[in-house]
């Protein structure tokens, strides 16, 4: 009853092509420049994310080693003041925007309509916006390199009124912090449209049988973050918008003579910030919760509540952000509740590190490259966690604050945490998405290179910051007891990096000459194992019918009854015209690339070219909207492949 | 007119192909209004913080809002409702004919409200002294209102959009019309009606209050802006007549619903702002 | 699939109210108008402020549900729109309200050369307006 | 690693934070290096001598510090006993319940369970209790922490600290001059011991955060922003603060010290200040040096020009900086009258006065720190560098090189054209000039 065709159209079927203006004519390149540009295609889409967030990651990391070489000694004079604060500043910015959430959003992309068993997103060309969006504002932040004013150089978050034009960057124009402003605005709407098709696209587009109980955790948590999403950035946009007033056009929102009171900017940022921490974490914790089970080969122990809890960590994310700000004098009454919300976050991610361990707990655990890299997210994530509690007794954290010791909490959380998950999802998936598996040996000499350079580097860190060492100096003294700590973490910090290269290293190769695997190499249990890899582009031939939570491995475990009942899907499904395909677009490129060019004029204070580049961007999502979703249908011959019309023209 | 004759055939309550039955555009729409909660949220905020800690120097908003205009525009934007639900209603029974009149109503009384707010403005730039940075009230107030009105210039051009939308014929593709060509056109000509026509009702908002007004005199000060207006919407009307089947029905339902959860969105946005920027000045 | 479930006893339900949906429409918006007049008569009535506060925000509250279950068709739609717009609205306004307590405190009186003119300038416009 | 075996007399032997166990790094330099690279895993208990140093939160020398310090070790031990617990677990799972061989295919998968509510909600509990008990000592110490107790307050003394890009202004408002306002000092504040203070905190510019980790945890100046703390030093002392929160180029080098004096000491130290600056006798302005008077030879001169910022201390002062600071009050011997004559007459010349107070003297600018006492203070530049003849020396001659972005360079030295933006040179000091403003602004005791 169910086994009606995906499509997110309604209605009458397009009509032929032949007339229509040129301008709609859609690009139909399957292969080379042109497919990527216009795709509309998930899977696409998720790759074009990772690979560019990878490369952002390095870029991130390049800028981390820079830093730990200038702290690697007391005194060091390798990089001037001025250079090191934009250092930082592009480092947490590139990590946290440009290499994390890129990275989820590609597996998002990339895993979650496999895994929903769905054949696209719901709305296939604003995905394809969003990512060509996120580069252009990739783009902007970064072109402070490569001009006179310098990159953005006020620290991640930015604090008012260091940023305003009076205080910021004193040597140049003072373009740097405009194309902060500008940039973060651009990624900010992003992640808000590619979230809002996510949350869409998980709602709406489930294969039948697949109810909100057996979703896979992965899947859940993209829903989660993604709700996470749309709802703090409105926060950090408001900020924006405000700072970029006070820089553009005379308001005095931050401006201190005129009684604008920093603290709110810091309150609006956090607001968004300590939600953004979680966003960072939950996606990779939904990829452990797949990798654990499946090396473990047995289901993960008490999903309602870990899905539960990821909800309640979501929702309590958003009523403890000043925790950011016990050291602002918020007063005794602010700073207790802050306190106390901040701890109750232990509790629902506890009950995640206690079902993990559960799910281990009498398994046959299968010690792959990707589960050693789960097995160190526990680790590691935990240390970073039981800091964050340490922070969150605000008495102590008044001396932790701005201290090494937050660098050392949120390094371990964030790669102890996010970044080893995500290194552990590439491995894990990498066989489904290119067919490939990376050697197992170079895999964990890759692991342990980067555990070893990890705690070599970041461990240290707790004991500089409570010895004293405040964050974001370009240097410090030699009489202060640091060096040691520092000479080690800059040691380690390059351990990490040969760690890192070699993991990337590998990877390439494995891309071109790895060894080839079949289906379903690790013996899993989701829905996006069920496909040959790599993916054809429609995803599934059929589309599967749910029947329990790890849906593949029930699939496996009654593969007659699931043979019966694709047959008459398929049957059905040809009966309704086969399989609906999205067609490609180039709307999505042009209006991100107004976009970037309405932007970079606007942070060069050029009003007329910022106002054109919003007059192409009207124009191209009216073009947008006037050309339709479109789409044609696919229908496949035994073997999976496509029968092409016998004009050659598929699509409409 | 409509290409779907039968009223009833589509269920709007149910898209039986979503898992949730709830269409994806609708469960879109109401995604991105949890999103701009926040995002005014945040908005008012501000204006509120700096309401309680006002700098010195602040002017006294009593002295510069004129609660009678701000009444009038509330009323103007309730009634917008109105007919936005009312167009949406009669889409989803397949009246396009009504349809296209709510929806021109929407935008007429969409205008009025933007009108009302650049001449608002204007009226506290030049008269009141209140400018972007003046002091931090202005800053917030025109910031805040000025977003809302952004929201509401939006949903005019996306009513606007649909409008032309609606009178895209049925056979666009076969037909000697060249619909795309058309639509342009029509969106030029609603573009300069909609410049002439707040201009107009912004300078007449703005000389009432010179004493030496005159309806008059009015007029043929304006007599080329006049002719031009009525000109565009006599091009409108003419762009507009009916050139037999349209495809523009009860399939597009959503559509029309989807812009109408914004707009009505955007209403309830005043209703909060009404209250607390403007009526809370005053006890 | 609960929600795939809910829809056949929902069809009838919703077709029901179609017919006398437009006098439900106008008479909201006749109510919503009723309202805005009680309202702005609310701020000039010599009562306490707080009554005054009390009336408002709960007005704006009235005319705020009826905009979003009825104009917006929430009375008649599934419950998941409901529950997503108002997580977004719940966190919004406790958000607000959030914010609105901690710039309250004490802690947070603005102290700085633009405030502490402050008395003075106020006391200056309410003798220059009185 | 010379600084550990340095510093180990320097300072009170490292304390091992999880104990009394005392563990003083004995290992030759070098070998403890590479031992703690090797030893990765042990790395905890090597790192005992990385809890000591001037600004360490171990060593703490107040009751505000400490009581932040006793909530740090409340959560520290409750971590560290629930992270030994739940990783013993972990651990043990992942042993117990590995699989050697790699292939699985023809095994039958182990039991598929689902979960365990009971062991759940137990677990849910037990964190919370845990969690309680970090929550009960938080609450307490930030009702504390916020301000003098109630029983103290009357004998609570009050400063106002105020952050400028960067550098710190300290000014005492229980101490009025006739005629010229409250007291201020610049980068070193002086405190008396054993009595409460409370510091309020402004800023002029951007945000900055006071931080004297021995005596009590941070608060930030925010503009607009009327914030204070709380200290006490229980004994005399010396201690080392930084700002902590980032505020521009020169933000890591935006430090200043705390001193703290017996009630007499204090008090004596309260009436020097509030006399007008010295004036050597013999030294009117006017009075021109003897001509040929020899270049000062720097022993120590080390610092090259490319290096924008060396080291900014001296291991004979670390050994006991209280006395050095003791030193420091004394008038220096030799003292030429001629030279400090002519500093103080170029002191004028080059524009410093309209940037520094000297009270008594010419100088009354107040976007500098104020100079009436300079030549007592053992540090320059924002708690930067040793107040030696050679620093000095090199921060009036270059302070560019010395401190990035500082506002006496930009602004002072050099001035931005209006119409080209470029940054043109006012004035300039060379060798000479310096060597007499060096003179005169030590002799300002
Ligand atoms: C992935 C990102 C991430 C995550 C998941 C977290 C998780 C947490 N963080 Fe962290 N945090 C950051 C990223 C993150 N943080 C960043 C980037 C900053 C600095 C920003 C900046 O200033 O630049 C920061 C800063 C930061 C601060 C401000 C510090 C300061 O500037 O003074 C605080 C204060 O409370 C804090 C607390 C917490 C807490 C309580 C958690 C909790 O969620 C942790 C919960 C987990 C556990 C506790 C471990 C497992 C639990 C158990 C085994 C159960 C039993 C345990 C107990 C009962 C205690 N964090
Ligand atoms: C997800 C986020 C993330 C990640 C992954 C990292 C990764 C790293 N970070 Fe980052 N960091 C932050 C987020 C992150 N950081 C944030 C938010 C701040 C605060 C900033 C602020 O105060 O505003 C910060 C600040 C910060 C500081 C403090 C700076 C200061 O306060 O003065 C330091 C210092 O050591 C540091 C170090 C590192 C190191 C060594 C890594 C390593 O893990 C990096 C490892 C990766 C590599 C080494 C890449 C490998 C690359 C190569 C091998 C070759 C490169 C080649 C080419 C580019 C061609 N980080
Ligand atoms: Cu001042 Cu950092
Ligand atoms: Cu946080």
Redesign the pocket.
């Known amino acids: 009853m169910q086994a009606i065709t995906k499509s997110d159209f309604i209605g009458k079927d397009t009509a032929a092509a032949e007339k229509r203006p040129f301008v709609f004519t859609r690009p139909t390149a399957k292969t080379g420049l042109v497919s990527w540009l216009t795709t509309v295609d998930h899977k696409r889409v998720g790759l074009l994310y990772g690979v560019s967030s990878l490369i952002f ?6 800028e ?2 820079l ?2 070489i200038q ?1 690697a000694v007391p005194n060091n004079t390798f990089l001037s003041a001025q250079t090191y604060n934009e250092l ?2 592009m ?2 910015t590139t ?2 925007f440009l ?2 959430m890129p990275l989820s959003a590609a597996f998002f992309n990339y895993i979650m309509p496999l895994q929903i068993g769905a054949r696209d997103v719901a709305f296939p060309r604003l995905n394809g916006f969003a990512f060509w969006v996120f580069l252009a504002g990739a783009i902007i932040l970064n072109v402070g390199w490569f001009v006179k004013s310098g990159a953005p150089d006020v ?3 930015g604090y008012a009124p260091l940023t305003s034009t009076a205080y910021s960057n004193q040597f140049a124009t003072d373009m740097s912090t405009d194309l902060w402003v500008m940039g973060l605005q651009i990624l900010g709407v992003s992640s808000v449209v590619g979230s809002l098709n996510f949350i869409v696209t998980i709602i709406n587009m489930r294969a039948p049988g697949m109810t909100m109980m057996r979703l896979p955790v992965f899947t859940w948590m993209t829903l989660i973050t993604a709700f996470l999403i749309v709802l703090s950035f409105p926060a950090i946009t408001i900020a924006l918008i405000a700072l970029m007033m006070d820089r553009s056009f005379g308001t005095s929102f931050f401006e201190v003579s005129n009684g604008g009171l920093p603290i709110l900017w810091q309150h609006l940022f956090w607001i968004f910030g300590h939600p953004e921490v979680y966003i ?1 974490i939950l996606p990779a914790m939904g990829i452990i919760s797949e990798i654990l089970p499946t090396f473990s080969r047995k289901p993960l122990f008490g999903y309602p509540i870990i899905v539960f809890s990821g909800a309640v960590i979501g929702l309590l994310g958003f009523g403890v952000w000043s925790h950011h700000m016990f050291t602002t004098g918020m007063g005794t009454m602010a700073t207790a509740a802050f306190s106390i919300a901040t701890m109750a976050i232990a509790v629902p991610t506890g009950v995640k590190i206690f079902n993990w361990i559960g799910t281990l707990w009498n398994g046959q655990l299968q010690m792959r490259t990707p589960m050693m890299f789960a097995l160190g997210f526990v680790w590691m994530f935990m240390m970073g966690g039981f800091s964050g509690i340490m922070h969150s007794a605000a008495p102590a954290d008044a001396q932790q604050q701005d201290s090494y010791f937050v ?1 050392a909490h ?2 371990y959380v ?2 102890g945490g ?2 080893f998950a995500l290194l552990a999802g590439i491995h894990y998936w990498f066989p489904l998405i290119f067919g490939r598996k990376v050697s197992e040996a170079w895999g964990k000499f890759s692991f342990w290179a980067i555990f070893v350079g ?1 705690n070599v ?1 970041f461990f240290p860190m707790h004991f500089l910051g409570l010895n004293g060492m405040p ?3 370009f240097t410090y003294d030699g009489n202060m007891g640091w060096n040691s700590a520092n000479f080690i ?1 800059s040691v380690g ?1 390059m351990i ?2 040969i760690g ?2 070699v993991y990337f290293v590998v990877m390439l190769y494995t891309y071109f000459k790895g060894e080839k695997v079949g289906r379903d190499p690790w013996g899993a249990r989701t829905l996006e194992w069920s496909i040959p890899n790599p993916p054809p582009e429609y995803n599934f031939a059929v589309i599967p019918t749910v029947h329990a939570r790890d849906a593949f491995w029930y699939e496996k475990n009654h593969r007659d009854e699931i043979e019966r009942e694709k047959a008459k899907s398929a049957a059905e499904e040809e009966s309704h015209g086969g399989i609906h395909m999205p067609s490609q677009s180039w709307f999505p490129l042009l209006a991100a690339m107004a976009l970037l060019t309405g932007g970079l004029f606007f942070t060069n204070h050029n009003f007329m070219g910022a106002i054109a580049g919003g007059v192409v961007l009207f124009i191209a999502v009216y073009l947008w909207a006037w050309e339709g979703p479109g789409g044609y249908h696919l229908h496949l011959d035994k073997d999976g492949n496509p029968i092409e019309p016998k004009d050659g023209q598929a699509h409409h | 007119m409509s290409s779907h004759s039968a009223s009833g055939a589509i269920d709007h309550h149910h898209d039986a192909t979503t898992s949730t039955g709830i269409p994806n555009k609708k469960l879109f729409m109401w995604t991105f209004l949890a999103s701009d909660c926040m995002f005014f949220g945040a908005l008012i905020s501000m204006h509120v913080v700096y309401r309680i800690h006002p700098p010195a120097g602040s002017p006294d908003p009593r002295s510069v809002f004129s609660i009678e205009l701000t009444s009038f525009s509330t009323f103007i934007l309730l009634m917008s409702s109105l007919l936005m639900a009312l167009a949406v209603n009669a889409i989803q029974k397949g009246n396009v004919r009504s349809t296209r009149n709510n929806l021109l109503g929407t935008i007429f009384f969409g205008l009025i409200f933007l009108a009302c707010q650049v001449y608002e403005f204007q009226h506290f730039v030049h008269d009141r002294g209140l400018t972007l940075s003046s002091s931090l009230f202005g800053s917030t107030f025109y910031t805040l209102t000025g977003t809302h009105g952004c929201h509401v210039a939006i949903g005019v051009l996306w009513l606007i959009l649909m409008y032309i939308r609606s009178f895209k014929p049925a056979d666009a593709e076969q037909s000697s019309q060249p619909w795309f060509i058309m639509s342009i056109v029509h969106l030029l000509v609603f573009a300069v009606a909609v410049i002439l026509g707040v201009y107009v009702v912004v300078d007449f908002a703005h000389q009432m209050h010179v004493p030496t007004f005159s309806v008059g005199s009015f007029l043929s000060g304006h007599l080329l802006s006049l002719i031009g207006l009525a000109a565009s919407i006599g091009g409108l009307m003419f762009l507009g007549r009916s050139r037999g089947q349209v495809d523009f029905g009860e399939r597009n339902a959503i559509d029309v619903e989807s812009m109408g959860l914004y707009w009505h969105f955007v209403d309830i946005v005043w209703i909060i702002i009404f209250p607390v920027v403007y009526l809370l000045e005053y006890i | 699939m609960s929600a795939l479930a809910a829809t056949s006893s929902h069809d009838s339900h919703g077709h029901e109210h179609d017919q006398s949906k437009f006098h439900i429409f106008v008479q909201v918006a006749m109510l919503l108008a009723v309202i805005t007049g009680i309202e702005i008569v609310a701020i000039y009535l010599p009562l306490p402020h707080w009554v005054v506060l009390g009336v408002l925000s709960l007005l704006s509250l009235v005319k705020f549900m009826f905009v979003i279950f009825i104009f917006m068709h929430l009375k008649w739609d599934k419950l998941l729109c409901t529950i997503l717009f108002f997580i977004g609205l719940v966190l919004a306004t406790g958000t607000v309200t959030a914010l609105y307590f901690l710039f309250s405190v004490g802690d947070s009186k603005p102290v700085g050369p633009a405030y502490d003119a402050a008395a003075l300038q106020t006391v200056s416009t309410m003798i220059s307006s009185a | 690693m010379r600084t550990l075996s340095r510093r180990a007399e320097a300072f009170r032997p490292p304390r091992f934070p999880f104990g009394d166990m005392t563990l003083t790094l004995t290992l030759r330099t070098a070998f403890s290096r590479a031992r703690s690279l090797v030893l990765v895993g042990l790395l905890p208990l090597l790192t005992g001598g990385w809890t000591s140093g001037p600004q360490s939160t171990f060593e703490t020398h107040g009751p505000v510090a400490k009581t932040q310090l006793d909530v740090f070790y409340v959560t520290l031990w409750v971590s560290v006993i629930l992270f030994v617990l739940v990783a013993a677990v972990l651990a043990y799972a992942t042993l117990r319940f590995r699989v050697r061989s790699g292939d699985l295919s023809n095994q039958p998968p182990p039991e598929q369970s689902h979960g365990n509510p009971l062991i759940e909600i137990g677990l849910i509990v037990l964190s919370i209790g845990a969690l309680v008990i970090i929550a009960v000592p938080t609450m307490r110490a930030i009702w504390y922490t916020y301000d003098v107790p109630e029983a103290e307050r009357a004998n609570a003394y009050e400063v106002t600290a105020t952050g400028y890009q960067w550098w710190f202004k300290f000014e005492y408002p229980q101490e009025q001059i006739e005629g010229s306002g409250a007291l201020v000092t610049g980068n070193e504040l002086v405190i008396p011991a054993g009595r409460p203070v409370r510091v309020n905190l402004r800023t002029v510019d951007v945000i900055h955060s006071f931080w004297v980790p021995k005596l009590a945890g941070k608060v930030d100046m925010m503009p607009n922003r009327g914030n204070h703390l709380w200290l006490k030093a229980d004994e005399p002392g010396y201690f080392w603060g930084q700002c902590a929160e980032f505020c521009g180029e020169s933000h890591a080098v935006m430090r200043f010290r705390v001193i703290a004096l017996s009630e007499a000491d204090f008090a004596a130290w309260l009436a020097q200040q509030k006399s007008p600056a010295r004036t050597v006798p013999g030294t009117q302005i006017g009075a021109t040096p003897a001509a040929g008077t020899p270049r000062v030879e720097f022993a120590s001169y080390k610092y090259e020009k490319q290096r924008p910022n060396s080291p900014g201390w001296s291991e004979g002062f670390d050994r006991a900086p209280f006395a050095a600071w003791q030193q420091k009050q004394q008038v220096d011997a030799g003292e030429k009258p001629e030279l400090i004559a002519q500093g103080r007459k170029l002191f004028i010349e080059k524009k410093c006065a309209g940037c520094h107070e000297v009270r008594g003297h010419e100088g009354a600018g107040i976007s500098g720190p104020n100079l009436t006492r300079i030549g007592a203070r053992t540090t320059i530049a924002g708690g930067l560098l040793e107040n030696t003849e050679q620093n000095l020396h090199r921060w009036l001659t270059e302070p560019n090189n010395v401190k990035p972005g500082n506002k006496m360079w930009f602004g002072g030295y050099v001035v931005r054209n209006s119409e080209t933006g470029a940054w043109e040179e006012q004035f300039s000091i060379n060798d000479d000039e310096a060597r007499s403003l060096v003179a005169y602004l030590h002799s300002l005791k």
């Open positions: 990651f390095l870029v991130g990391g390049f981390a080693l830093i730990r702290l930082f500043t480092h947490a990590m946290i290499a994390v620290g991640w978050f960072l660098v949120f390094h964030l790669i996010s970044i990890f580097t964050r974001r100096t973490a910090a990490l990096g890192m290269a």
